[in-house]
């Protein structure tokens, strides 16, 4: 099959009960450039899309543990063997939660170090922009986007933590400050492959001008997440 072209690329967005952010997913897939797709939680296929995002929110209500239920819908079983097939896969914060819960991504997400549930603008540093969802960053470029988020602390063994370093899997890293106690300040992995990436801060809420955070000047004009759609996008076309 042929690489789709920028405006035919689909990337589906996978809603959960529980899930908050899925238009705001789909509308940055919009702005991008590519044609968003919704898919429903108890969906046995992908529908033919070329990539998925699994959103934000509290999908299942968090019960049990966050992502926990949501690994077992029936769209996961789906989504679990196309990333293995090389399929890009974005998981934003409980997305990324469901991902480590269906063992595409390491370690495992717990309560923020505070116990508070926190909302604010935070500056991430770029570890790799070599991923499916990086390649429009430079590697050490620092961007701000919208975090919020009470299970966001990223934790895993010390083998596992090193194995993310050597081999150049930190995809974000908090700067400036550590808001949920994470090890090592990490805020975004990704697989050994670079087509599954998760990170706990909201890409998504940083798309459009005039709504993203706050620049210098305390306008709303930043778009920082604008790069995690675009960069898909670009995967795909020249895959």
Known sequence: MSAPTLASA??????????????DAARAI?????????????????????????PGGFSYGDYLRAGA????????????????????VLGIC???????????????????????????????????ADTAWTNRYVAGQQITIPLKNQDGQFVADERTLDELEGEGRVAFRYVGWNPNGSRRDIAGISNAAGNV???????????EAGFGPEAADGSRTGVDGLGFFTSVLASLVHA
């Open 10 to 23: 689909r990337v589906g967005v996978i809603t959960f009960p529980g899930t908050l952010d899925d238009r």
């Open 30 to 54: 919009r702005l991008a450039g590519g044609e968003p797709v919704s898919i429903f939680h108890a969906d046995g296929d992908l529908q033919g899309v070329d990539a998925v995002v699994l």
């Open 94 to 128: 409980n997305g990324f939660q469901i991902l480590t819960e269906a063992h595409l991504l390491p370690g495992s997400m717990v309560k923020n170090d505070h116990l508070h549930f926190i909302c604010r603008e935070q500056v991430l540093a770029v570890e790799n």
């Open 197 to 207: 990436v998760g990170l706990m801060p909201h890409p998504e809420h940083a798309v």
């Open 69 to 88: 239920i949501s690994r077992f819908a029936p769209a996961m079983d789906a989504l679990v063997d196309a990333a293995k097939g090389g399929m890009p």
